[in-house]
């Protein structure tokens, strides 16, 4: 937290695979300044890089803001990174690899830059300004094209030796179940993302037990989006809803497995599928979480949905960044 | 750590369920003196309370240090605990419940007090001077009657509210398998403790399976305890060699879905089971965990044999409350 006598401002970007996302904030962390751009990471990382520079330099335009006056940026990145080098290594969505954003916005600013990984800043994000304002530990989960986690305990963000760590989308949750991304079988994020969901909501839509989503999108699982499946459930389509219930389950169960070894405070939902259809997520997951977990913690923790939507990833990145700054922790150890 | 020019001794206590261990640590943490007793936890909460405070009485004589010289008291103790007000809540092996004993200690020696749970004592024990020095987050799996699991993160134990965490020994291994003593089916610790595992081998001896066992213990599975299996194994009872490797297994299996959430450097396997059969649970869980953790993480952790044995509660719990009375946090905090 900037000490109050603290006149720093900071920056806290969301790299997304299709937006990018800048939001200056100033010495008391209110907004100040926003700028929202397609990444086009297609077009390589040069003009990728230089899209994020031109980003932050049109925020501090837009407040009158010299770089000379930040105190740090904090970026959350998607992919495997390097924090403490502060390395995008492979970043499929974008097609970049190996691409040090740390030290070239170090350079371009002249400030501190440090990157997290965007799941782990959106739950720094929801802990300081949203759901789980002072809990003791949080854990975040983010279901939607994959399902993503991240936990901060006692004010940190846990992670791994070089990345991240809290890799909830692949608790296996199905024996031999689905074929996963990670090439394991039967994650979580193998039978319970958008992705899984949209599948199997197709195939009812082939065998025409969905007449509701037959209508709206037909069997083709790339539009079959979050807000899709919750227009057919809420048109009348049962067997999607049972097939979103099931995977709202499955996400209960990780979380209960999660919380028998973690014991958070607060659980916190977000992510596209919990938008779309948030009292369904938060009822099933809360009710399977309490059923599941080891009894002596069945009243520890409570579930709750995400407060801050797209923007918890950029303030928790600037949050983060300001918290490395601000503290005497050695940036090597952020 | 307590600092260079602190000369304050510490006394580390292991309260178990058969034994009680009090060990004194001098300012440069060595061990000075050390006493041994039975718990006796049937005699009641009053007599074993008088117990512990003679055994600490004992080694300070034997040291010939007052309780003025004492920085403090740290206790590993079983069972669910309240960390913060110093409380065992509900010890079964002992029959004790709600026993403030922090509070006791406390009074009698004059010093501060803490309790910790006794696998997290035993886990920071071998982060501070086992098989876990200097890593930056270590993952202890203690296989025995039962199986603990604590976790050190950052020089922290992680723990939940009130109590402990990282209830490894309820991770779901088999869906809908064994009945666990928490109530639900298939934990780690409902298939592969020395318990399970003793059933299993005694199922085997009175199908005739497994002759040396059968010489040794019979179907008693009292009898038939971690270094009976080994030995069984070792003359040749192949059936008990692959019940044990089924557990390694599990274990192995649970371990790496932790890994995918904590990202550990370094997992330690100790506990009766390890102990008796060192290489084989070592390899087992290694090769296990490697292949079951998502392939990102399959070089990320290495997986060791506890060092301290019998001592890692004691020199854990000593340590852990220097750590706290010599760091500047609040011990609500610990």
């Known amino acids: 937290m900037p000490k109050a006598k603290d006149n720093r401002y900071w920056v806290g970007f969301d790299l997304g695979g299709t937006k990018m996302l800048a939001t200056l904030f100033d010495p008391a962390f209110r907004p100040v300044a926003g700028k929202r751009r397609r990444t086009k990471g297609q077009e390589g990382v040069k003009a990728g890089v230089a899209r994020v520079i031109e980003t932050i330099h049109d925020v501090l335009s837009e407040a009158q803001v010299e770089p000379s006056q930040l105190g740090g940026v904090g970026m959350g ?38 990157i997290t990984n965007d799941v782990d800043a959106g739950v720094y994000g929801e802990y300081r300004f949203g759901a789980g304002q002072s809990a003791r530990c949080v854990l975040g989960v983010f279901p939607g094209t994959g399902i993503g986690g991240g936990c901060v305990y006692e004010g940190k963000i846990l992670r791994g030796r070089t990345g991240s760590c809290m890799e909830i989308g692949h608790v296996e949750v199905v024996p031999n179940g689905q074929l996963c991304g990670c090439g394991r079988r039967g994650c979580l994020e193998a039978e319970a993302s958008r992705l899984a969901i949209s599948a199997a909501a197709a195939t009812a839509v082939a065998r025409g037990e969905a007449p509701h989503l037959q209508t709206i999108a037909g069997t083709e699982i ?113």
Request: charged share 25%.
């Open 77 to 114: 990145c998607p992919g495997p990174l390097d924090l403490d080098r502060g390395i995008l290594l492979d970043t499929p969505n974008l097609g970049w690899k190996n691409v040090p954003i740390k030290a070239t916005i170090e350079k371009e600013f002249g400030c501190p830059a440090f």
């Open 222 to 334: 790339a539009k079959i989006r979050s807000s899709t499946l919750a227009k057919a459930i809420a048109e009348g389509d049962v067997v999607i809803e049972k097939i979103v219930r099931r995977a709202a389950r499955q996400i209960g169960t990780a979380i209960a497995g999660t919380i028998n070894l973690l014991s958070p405070d607060v659980v916190i939902l977000g992510g596209g599928l919990v938008e779309a259809m948030p009292n369904l997520f938060l009822k099933v997951v809360r009710m399977t979480a309490r059923k599941r977990v080891l009894p002596s913690f069945s009243r520890s923790f409570k579930v709750a949905l995400a407060k801050l939507g797209d923007d918890a990833v950029a303030m928790g990145a600037a949050a983060w960044a300001a918290q490395i700054v601000t503290s005497e922790r050695r940036p090597g150890t952020q």
